[in-house]
Structure formats: C-alpha cells, structure tokens
C-alpha cells in the first residue's frame, strides 16, 4: 500500500481495513508506505483505538524502515531535472 494515511477512510472502510490486516496478520506479508507518522494515523482512521488497532497489527513482528521525511519521487525529479540540465549545457 503506498501513501498510506493520504486520505481519510471513514468508519466504515476503516473497520474493513482493519478486517483485511486482520485476516493477513501472521500469515501473509503487508507492505505500506506513508509520510504519515503514527501519531497521525488517527486522523485517516477516524477513531482513535481502531487506529491503534491497525498500527498493532502492522507494526507486531513486522520490520518498520524509516526513510526520513524527504520525498524520495521528489529527489529523483530534482536529480534527472540536473542531469537534463548538465546534459543540455554539453
């Protein structure tokens, strides 16, 4: 799942997540990406223990990889943006 936490889910379709995590947790691999820190998760989920439920089951003997707060698409663009430019002034 990529940019996790972008938008907001309502209950309804928070508590399905929650089902889908549910059903995976121990036996399948869930990967997910979000700029969001966890702290914020309760914004996208509405309510504050359904967040706090997701993040258990993500988080329980998982592998969390921060990559800091840059924008890695952001970073790509600047650098072809450069090389673009390096090349153009050849």
Do not use: H
């Not at 889910?9 to 869930?30: H, M, P, W």
């Not at 943006?81 to 090349?87: I, N, Y």
Request: aromatic share 12%; charged share 25%.
């Amino acid at each position: 799942m990529d940019e996790f936490g972008y938008l907001e889910l309502d209950k309804k379709g928070a508590k399905l997540l929650f089902q889908v995590f549910t059903d995976r947790e121990e036996t399948r691999s869930i990967a997910v990406a979000s700029n969001s820190p966890f702290d914020e998760w309760g914004q996208t989920f509405v309510d504050p223990r359904l967040s706090q439920a997701i993040i258990e089951r993500l988080t329980f003997k998982g592998n969390i990889i921060y990559t800091g707060t840059d924008s890695c698409r952001f970073a790509q663009n600047q650098a072809e943006q450069a090389a673009r430019a390096a090349q153009n002034n050849k």
